[in-house]
């Protein structure tokens, strides 16, 4: 083990950027290319400053081929022939001087080449050797550095120096030797004038210290141990010049150091290469005895993973970094340490003091961050996660120093969680670290990058642990989790554990991180029962002990089957804020006697999400959220955390499967179930009423009534009995095809019983096969033997069919079916709209099916004109029919609908968006191929004139389905008698279609305008005999007073109606009595007629 781990100088000096620049080539020939043959080669390029000449050869010496080196034969086979060499010329250019340091080359041999070389220079005319080497008897690649005195320094350009490297005692003349890779070291430039400096002092043993210098130093000044002296132990007994740096010097001293001894080294009369000499330096250093660091006596101390938010960094430079801190009062060198989860490169030869810290960031970030002080680079990649990871801190022996694993919940603040706040531990000095121990830093900078952190507490840890969770990994092996990291010998004594159900213990094994332990049984675990675990004796890291008596349940989980997991509670909407975390989540509840293993259970709120490894007790419930928000909802009870979590505000279908596949519980939601116009605007959760009625839908769900807003995690505020004891009904058929058809059913059906139900069809058809519709319940799809016929009536009855609670379909009920065809103008009508509703009401528009077809909604479109602005809506995706004579009632909530007017026939309710209509916008239905279909004028004096409020809550009802829908005598407001609307039903002001002979007629004679429903107004019929004739329409009163004209040179249909509803021109109601009637005809050639007619405007009493 080298003793740099442990011994150092207090601080890091720099090193002089001459003695830097030494350490890397001046110039050098790296053969690149070369075929080895060349009578002479170019180095890489020339020296700054200077001139270097071609590599070449001596006279003696014969090329010879050899690629990327340069290669030659026929070296002597005895002693040194001064004419074989290779050779190279170095000057300094005019100005300048050249300081050569060392030579560094590769060299190989043939089996049969040189066995010796040496290298000479023309400074004494090739004289005498500078370096001798003996070549082994191999053919191996050997790297060679020849170190140059003194003599090669402060050169004048005007002394160019040739080196000759000569090989000689060849084992055959035919053989070969080659060099490459010559480096030479030194600089060019001004004279070197200044002396050395002893930069550092390394302690290598107990009697033995290495020191530095600036650049490097002469041999014999070097290794004159008069030049050195250390306070206490006076000169050392040797000093010897590194053979492979000339500014590096090994003392060994006379006797040994004193461990935390404080001493001086005098250092003097040391000189360069070109003898300048220093002058007298003393450095103090302290001497440690050598350590190995233990756990966490080196931490991380702070994280800074995300320094930048949306608008940039806070304080700091833009720059990840991990902070080490040293907890002893001893130095610690990080030489070949690790830090893991960042880059990949070893620590350099850093020591990081007692107390002190140290940064650790990627490369290109080094030089932002050393203002702060000291720091070293984990690489030039790798980055810190910004929501979390493990870090790990090894020493040079791969031993772990630190360990820690952060996330972004440990901020605690959602706005520093954003990006450029640190995270910083709040005491270094705890044996064990958590999450408890981390948060946001506090310094406006956003963190404390090298200084003590803006968090830091040094109170002690008296805070009692507590049991996180038991996971079941096995029929046989629990795993064990507390909140904090656990006292290791406590935590693996098997003995502090017991299980219920006389299940003994075989092993505990603890975690290395502490956090838990797993507990292996000497019996398996039986499948869907609860056992408790009792915990005793043991500690946290500091000492402070779990409560006595600890327990928890655990168990195996069985396999979810339908409807034994139900989602009974849904925040969608958590905007506006109430009291409850602003974050989505479901409530999942385990109805059963049962432990329930939701391991891989899918959940599916439009895309899939699947759960961990959990399990479910008997009678708990559990809050599924996105990870990002799992922490918020800590303090609720359990918690299941999925990826992400998207819930639609209006309403959407969310699935649970096993994982099998198996349908577990589905529920499609609407906001239409919060029953409640405030709470629908967001903040409140929806919650089921009774969880033993699992397919119960909007009877069997309501806003929370709690008032923080919902129930996360445990019984529903709004929970009661409610049973569902109504039958099913048989709702609609669509023929898909002609050999298919979809079966619906007005609630959630029990699937086995679909499947087992007889479907019986007049005509008689035989049915083939039945597919249950999954995962609503709602539908099957019935294949036939026999396909129906085109324009064909057909009847369905089901028998035998049960809801989800049990309860048998009526077999009587039927549904009327055929093939659909394409609609054309006025086959289906728009017969009633309800624009303005009561408080707290919705809209509704009604459409009706006057044809003799089969008419598919799938994509048919209603529309608003409002001053040429368009907004579209589509009605339905799916299949729906509307049978011969057929209404349907267009409804965002079917529910308000039916308590607002309590004759509405719910079986035509079709749940949809209703576009807002108001006064003079114009109502627009197209088919699905785009074609328009009806086309409405609104304005809403075509309600009665004494209505109230404007029409509120009533709606405008067409008197007739042939009557022209844009034209207001076809709308009257609907009746007092049937609550102003008559959604699904037939309208309380419908005519029939008046049948006569006679030019005029005037139907009923006698009406009441009293809005009851009955002859609340008279039509005036007409028919022609031929068309562009134009009329005028009159009422007088008794005394022949002109009381309102109906109509004024309008251009009349062949046939056609007007109405009077009473009213005079003011909009009054006229008073009883007899009114005549004047229907005036003319024609282009100013033929005119006249026709009278006696009405009487009556009143009940």
């Given at each position: 083990?080298?003793?740099?781990?442990?011994?150092?100088?207090?601080?890091?000096?720099?090193?002089?950027?001459?003695?830097?620049?030494?350490?890397?080539?001046?110039?050098?020939?790296?053969?690149?290319?070369?075929?080895?043959?060349?009578?002479?080669?170019?180095?890489?390029?020339?020296?700054?400053?200077?001139?270097?000449?071609?590599?070449?050869?001596?006279?003696?010496?014969?090329?010879?081929?050899?690629?990327?080196?340069?290669?030659?034969?026929?070296?002597?086979?005895?002693?040194?022939?001064?004419?074989?060499?290779?050779?190279?010329?170095?000057?300094?250019?005019?100005?300048?001087?050249?300081?050569?340091?060392?030579?560094?080359?590769?060299?190989?041999?043939?089996?049969?080449?040189?066995?010796?070389?040496?290298?000479?220079?023309?400074?004494?005319?090739?004289?005498?050797?500078i370096a001798t080497f003996n070549v082994p008897d191999n053919s191996s690649t050997r790297t060679q550095t020849i170190t140059l005195s003194g003599s090669f320094a402060n050169l004048p350009s005007s002394t160019a120096v040739e080196f000759r490297i000569y090989g000689y005692t060849a084992e055959a003349a035919g053989g070969t030797w080659?060099?490459?890779?010559?480096?030479?070291?030194?600089?060019?430039?001004?004279?070197?004038?200044?002396?050395?400096?002893?930069?550092?002092?390394?302690?290598?043993?107990?009697?033995?210290?290495?020191?530095?210098?600036?650049?490097?130093?002469?041999?014999?000044?070097?290794?004159?141990?008069?030049?050195?002296?250390?306070?206490?132990?006076?000169?050392?007994?040797?000093?010897?010049?590194?053979?492979?740096?000339?500014?590096?010097?090994?003392?060994?001293?006379?006797?040994?150091?004193?461990?935390?001894?404080?001493?001086?080294?005098?250092?003097?009369?040391?000189?360069?290469?070109?003898?300048?000499?220093?002058?007298?330096?003393?450095?103090?250093?302290?001497?440690?005895?050598?350590?190995?660091?233990?756990?966490?006596?080196?931490?991380?101390?702070?994280?800074?993973?995300?320094?930048?938010?949306?608008?940039?960094?806070?304080?700091?430079?833009?720059?990840?970094?991990?902070?080490?801190?040293?907890?002893?009062?001893?130095?610690?060198?990080?030489?070949?340490?690790?830090?893991?989860?960042?880059?990949?490169?070893?620590?350099?030869?850093?020591?990081?003091?007692?107390?002190?810290?140290?940064?650790?960031?990627?490369?290109?970030?080094?030089?932002?961050?050393?203002?702060?002080?000291?720091?070293?680079?984990?690489?030039?990649?790798?980055?810190?996660?910004?929501?979390?990871?493990?870090?790990?801190?090894?020493?040079?022996?791969?031993?772990?120093?630190?360990?820690?694993?952060?996330?972004?919940?440990?901020?605690?603040?959602?706005?520093?969680?954003?990006?450029?706040?640190?995270?910083?531990?709040?005491?270094?000095?705890?044996?064990?670290?958590?999450?408890?121990?981390?948060?946001?830093?506090?310094?406006?900078?956003?963190?404390?990058?090298?200084?003590?952190?803006?968090?830091?507490?040094?109170?002690?840890?008296?805070?009692?642990?507590?049991?996180?969770?038991?996971?079941?990994?096995?029929?046989?092996?629990?795993?064990?989790?507390?909140?904090?990291?656990?006292?290791?010998?406590?935590?693996?004594?098997?003995?502090?554990?017991?299980?219920?159900?006389?299940?003994?213990?075989?092993?505990?094994?603890?975690?290395?991180?502490?956090?838990?332990?797993?507990?292996?049984?000497?019996?398996?675990?039986?499948?869907?029962?609860?056992?408790?675990?009792?915990?005793?004796?043991?500690?946290?890291?500091?000492?402070?002990?779990?409560?006595?008596?600890?327990?928890?349940?655990?168990?195996?989980?069985?396999?979810?089957?339908?409807?034994?997991?139900?989602?009974?509670?849904?925040?969608?909407?958590?905007?506006?804020?109430?009291?409850?975390?602003?974050?989505?989540?479901?409530?999942?509840?385990?109805?059963?006697?049962?432990?329930?293993?939701?391991?891989?259970?899918?959940?599916?709120?439009?895309?899939?999400?699947?759960?961990?490894?959990?399990?479910?007790?008997?009678?708990?419930?559990?809050?599924?959220?996105?990870?990002?928000?799992?922490?918020?909802?800590?303090?609720?009870?359990?918690?299941?955390?999925?990826?992400?979590?998207?819930?639609?505000?209006?309403?959407?279908?969310?699935?649970?499967?096993?994982?099998?596949?198996?349908?577990?519980?589905?529920?499609?939601?609407?906001?239409?179930?919060?029953?409640?116009?405030?709470?629908?605007?967001?903040?409140?959760?929806?919650?089921m009423i009774d969880v033993n009625n699992p397919c119960g839908e909007i009877d069997n769900w309501a806003a929370s009534t709690d008032p923080a807003g919902g129930t996360p995690a445990k019984r529903n505020s709004v929970a009661a009995a409610r049973a569902d004891l109504t039958a099913p009904v048989l709702q609609r058929v669509v023929a898909?095809?002609?050999?298919?058809?979809?079966?619906?059913?007005?609630?959630?059906?029990?699937?086995?019983?679909?499947?087992?139900?007889?479907?019986?069809?007049?005509?008689?058809?035989?049915?083939?096969?039945?597919?249950?519709?999954?995962?609503?319940?709602?539908?099957?799809?019935?294949?036939?033997?026999?396909?129906?016929?085109?324009?064909?009536?057909?009847?369905?009855?089901?028998?035998?069919?049960?809801?989800?609670?049990?309860?048998?379909?009526?077999?009587?009920?039927?549904?009327?079916?055929?093939l659909s065809e394409q609609a054309a103008p006025g086959d289906v009508v728009l017969n009633e709209v309800l624009f303005r509703p009561n408080t707290g009401g919705v809209r509704f528009i009604e459409l009706y099916n006057n044809s003799n077809k089969f008419v598919n909604l799938r994509n048919w479109r209603m529309q608003r004109n409002r001053?040429?602005?368009?907004?579209?809506?589509?009605?339905?995706?799916?299949?729906?029919?509307?049978?011969?004579?057929?209404?349907?009632?267009?409804?965002?909530?079917?529910?308000?609908?039916?308590?607002?007017?309590?004759?509405?026939?719910?079986?035509?309710?079709?749940?949809?968006?209703?576009?807002?209509?108001?006064?003079?916008?114009?109502?627009?239905?197209?088919?699905?191929?785009?074609?328009?279909?009806?086309?409405?004028?609104?304005?809403?004096?075509?309600?009665?004139?004494?209505?109230?409020?404007?029409?509120?809550?009533?709606?405008?009802?067409?008197?007739?389905?042939?009557?022209?829908?844009?034209?207001?005598?076809?709308?009257?407001?609907?009746?007092?008698?049937?609550?102003?609307?008559?959604?699904?039903?037939?309208?309380?002001?419908?005519?029939?279609?008046?049948?006569?002979?006679?030019?005029?007629?005037?139907?009923?004679?006698?009406?009441?305008?009293?809005?009851?429903?009955?002859?609340?107004?008279?039509?005036?019929?007409?028919?022609?005999?031929?068309?562009?004739?134009?009329?005028?329409?009159?009422?007088?009163?008794?005394?022949?007073?002109?009381?309102?004209?109906?109509?004024?040179?309008?251009?009349?249909?062949?046939?056609?109606?007007?109405?009077?509803?009473?009213?005079?021109?003011?909009?009054?109601?006229?008073?009883?009595?007899?009114?005549?009637?004047?229907?005036?005809?003319?024609?282009?050639?100013?033929?005119?007629?006249?026709?009278?007619?006696?009405?009487?405007?009556?009143?009940?009493?």
């Open positions: 083990m080298s003793f740099l781990k442990h011994y150092f100088l207090v601080g890091c000096l720099v090193l002089k950027a001459s003695f830097l620049a030494a350490q890397t080539p001046i110039a050098q020939f790296s053969f690149t290319g070369a075929a080895g043959n060349e009578a002479s080669f170019a180095p890489d390029a020339q020296p700054a400053n200077g001139t270097l000449s071609n590599m070449g050869r001596g006279p003696g010496n014969t090329a010879s081929s050899f690629g990327g080196a340069f290669s030659a034969t026929n070296f002597p086979t005895g002693a040194i022939n001064l004419t074989n060499y290779f050779s190279f010329t170095i000057q300094a250019q005019t100005g300048n001087f050249l300081t050569l340091t060392r030579i560094d080359l590769d060299e190989t041999r043939s089996l049969t080449g040189i066995r010796d070389w040496e290298i000479r220079s023309s400074l004494d005319g090739f004289a005498a050797a080659r060099i490459d890779n010559v480096r030479l070291f030194g600089a060019i430039g001004p004279p070197d004038l200044t002396p050395p400096t002893a930069l550092s002092i390394t302690p290598i043993a107990a009697n033995q210290l290495q020191v530095l210098f600036s650049e490097a130093v002469s041999l014999a000044t070097a290794q004159n141990t008069a030049n050195y002296s250390l306070s206490g132990l006076g000169n050392p007994t040797a000093a010897v010049r590194d053979g492979g740096n000339p500014a590096l010097v090994t003392l060994t001293l006379p006797s040994a150091m004193t461990d935390l001894q404080a001493y001086t080294l005098t250092v003097q009369n040391v000189q360069d290469v070109a003898n300048n000499t220093m002058s007298t330096q003393n450095l103090n250093f302290t001497y440690f005895t050598p350590s190995t660091p233990s756990f966490r006596q080196v931490v991380i101390n702070e994280i800074m993973a995300d320094p930048t938010n949306a608008n940039g960094v806070v304080g700091l430079p833009d720059a990840e970094y991990v902070e080490l801190y040293n907890t002893t009062n001893r130095p610690i060198n990080l030489n070949g340490w690790t830090l893991e989860g960042t880059g990949s490169a070893t620590f350099p030869n850093v020591v990081i003091a007692p107390n002190g810290f140290v940064l650790v960031c990627l490369q290109a970030d080094v030089s932002k961050l050393t203002p702060f002080g000291t720091v070293i680079s984990w690489g030039t990649s790798g980055t810190l996660t910004n929501t979390g990871e493990e870090l790990i801190l090894r020493d040079n022996t791969n031993a772990v120093i630190d360990r820690f694993t952060y996330n972004d919940d440990m901020y605690r603040d959602a706005r520093k969680k954003d990006g450029g706040w640190s995270l910083e531990q709040i005491n270094p000095a705890l044996s064990c670290s958590s999450a408890t121990n981390w948060t946001a830093s506090n310094n406006p900078l956003g963190g404390t990058p090298n200084a003590a952190n803006s968090v830091l507490s040094t109170q002690p840890d008296q805070t009692i642990p507590a049991l996180l969770r038991i996971e079941v990994l096995s029929a046989n092996r629990l795993l064990v989790s507390f909140n904090e990291p656990m006292d290791f010998a406590s935590l693996g004594n098997a003995a502090n554990y017991a299980l219920s159900g006389s299940i003994a213990l075989s092993a505990a094994l603890a975690q290395t991180s502490q956090l838990g332990v797993e507990l292996q049984l000497a019996a398996n675990l039986v499948a869907g029962v609860v056992y408790t675990l009792t915990i005793n004796n043991l500690r946290d890291c500091s000492g402070n002990a779990l409560r006595a008596n600890t327990t928890a349940q655990t168990g195996l989980g069985v396999l979810p089957r339908f409807n034994e997991v139900v989602i009974s509670e849904i925040f969608s909407d958590e905007s506006p804020r109430i009291a409850l975390p602003e974050a989505e989540f479901i409530e999942l509840y385990n109805r059963t006697g049962q432990v329930i293993d939701l391991e891989r259970c899918v959940l599916n709120d439009g895309s899939n999400k699947t759960l961990g490894k959990e399990i479910l007790l008997p009678g708990e419930y559990a809050v599924v959220c996105a990870a990002s928000n799992s922490a918020l909802f800590q303090g609720y009870g359990k918690v299941i955390s999925v990826s992400s979590l998207s819930l639609t505000n209006s309403g959407e279908r969310v699935t649970l499967q096993n994982r099998n596949g198996g349908l577990v519980f589905s529920v499609t939601y609407s906001d239409t179930w919060y029953k409640n116009a405030t709470k629908r605007e967001g903040g409140w959760s929806l919650e898909l095809a002609s050999d298919t058809l979809q079966v619906f059913f007005s609630e959630k059906m029990d699937s086995t019983s679909l499947a087992n139900a007889r479907y019986t069809l007049d005509p008689a058809l035989v049915v083939q096969s039945v597919t249950v519709e999954m995962p609503d319940l709602k539908s099957v799809r019935l294949r036939l033997t026999t396909p129906i016929q085109p324009q064909a009536r057909y009847t369905m009855r089901v028998a035998n069919a049960t809801d989800c609670s049990g309860n048998l379909i009526d077999a009587q009920s039927s549904a009327v079916f055929g001053s040429g602005s368009l907004t579209s809506q589509v009605i339905t995706t799916d299949n729906y029919v509307m049978a011969p004579q057929q209404y349907v009632t267009l409804t965002e909530n079917g529910g308000n609908i039916k308590s607002n007017y309590p004759a509405a026939r719910e079986e035509t309710f079709l749940t949809t968006s209703v576009i807002a209509f108001a006064d003079k916008d114009s109502v627009l239905i197209f088919n699905n191929n785009g074609q328009l279909m009806e086309l409405f004028y609104y304005l809403d004096d075509y309600h009665f004139p004494l209505i109230d409020n404007n029409g509120q809550g009533v709606s405008l009802e067409r008197i007739s389905f042939t009557a022209p829908t844009n034209n207001r005598n076809s709308w009257q407001s609907a009746a007092t008698r049937v609550s102003f609307a008559t959604p699904g039903y037939a309208n309380s002001q419908a005519r029939g279609d008046a049948q006569s002979n006679t030019r005029i007629k005037i139907d009923p004679q006698v009406f009441t305008p009293d809005g009851d429903g009955l002859a609340d107004f008279t039509t005036i019929n007409y028919q022609l005999d031929q068309g562009g004739q134009v009329g005028n329409i009159w009422v007088y009163d008794d005394r022949g007073r002109m009381i309102k004209q109906l109509a004024r040179n309008e251009l009349l249909a062949l046939q056609g109606f007007y109405t009077w509803d009473g009213t005079g021109d003011g909009g009054q109601l006229v008073p009883i009595g007899t009114y005549i009637l004047v229907f005036e005809i003319f024609d282009l050639s100013g033929r005119k007629t006249t026709d009278r007619g006696i009405v009487v405007v009556g009143a009940r009493f």
